[in-house]
């Protein structure tokens, strides 16, 4: 069964300082994967996505991610942080073939910004 | 492209009343997809539609809940009987292709069960 672990529950880093959200997945083969950010009150908006191409993936906002397939990882990265990325980050996974198509989630990191 | 809508945004309810959510997809998108997720988790899939037909649904979803997408365009998610362990916000999203699968979401409904 598919299953996605995010370590820690909140991570909290100064402006300006870098960014460092981990995910690691388990499943038989390499999946689809994810990285969706949620504002308070808010659904989801898809950061970025990892589709079996290039294993550095650039989203939206200035984040990217790095699928490691000897770690089982996919770490959401960004170099500078800025206030406006304090929101809750979530990392899915999807199993590409076969007949089911739901994304399973991790619990979610909450990202808070330091002035 | 207006994106997933979803009504309400906000619904409370007492325990033991019948309450039912509403999720407009991305028009030309076939598959849509029902999640909930309760503070502090992750969304947890419920059910999913390719047009009108119901494809998989989680153990998640017990017989008080029932979804349809009658005409393979809104889908509504009925709750009945409601419990104070239903209170969650309920989150719908909508794809149109297999290949990549990218679910494109809603902004939810919160469903508070006093």
């Known amino acids: 069964a598919q299953s996605v672990t995010q370590l820690g529950s909140h991570v909290s880093v100064s402006e300006g300082a870098l960014v460092l959200l981990r995910c690691n997945y388990s499943s038989s083969v390499p999946p689809y994967l994810f990285w969706y950010v949620q504002y308070p009150n808010q659904g989801l908006q898809l950061l970025l996505k990892y589709t079996s191409a290039a294993t550095l993936v650039k989203g939206i906002n200035g984040f990217e991610a790095e699928f490691k397939k000897s770690e089982t990882s996919f770490h959401l990265t960004k170099p500078s942080a800025h206030m406006s990325d304090a929101a809750e980050y979530f990392c899915?996974?999807?199993?590409?073939?076969?007949?089911?198509?739901?994304?399973?989630f991790g619990k979610g990191i909450t990202l808070s910004v330091r002035p | 492209d207006t994106g997933v809508s979803q009504d309400p945004r906000h619904k409370i309810t007492k325990r033991g009343q019948n309450v039912t959510f509403r999720c407009d997809p991305i028009s030309e998108h076939n598959r849509l997809y029902w999640y909930r997720q309760t503070l502090g988790q992750g969304p947890e899939f419920l059910t999913y539609f390719q047009n009108e037909a119901q494809l998989e649904k989680s153990r998640l979803l017990s017989d008080r809940f029932s979804a349809e997408r009658p005409k393979g365009s809104f889908s509504t998610l009925e709750i009945q009987r409601t419990e104070q362990g239903d209170s969650a916000m309920y989150l719908c999203?909508?794809?149109?292709?297999?290949?990549?699968?990218?679910?494109?979401f809603g902004p939810g409904t919160r469903l508070t069960v006093t």
């Open positions: 999203a909508s794809s149109d292709s297999d290949v990549i699968h990218e679910q494109y």
């Open positions: 899915a996974v999807r199993y590409p073939r076969g007949a089911n198509s739901k994304l399973t």
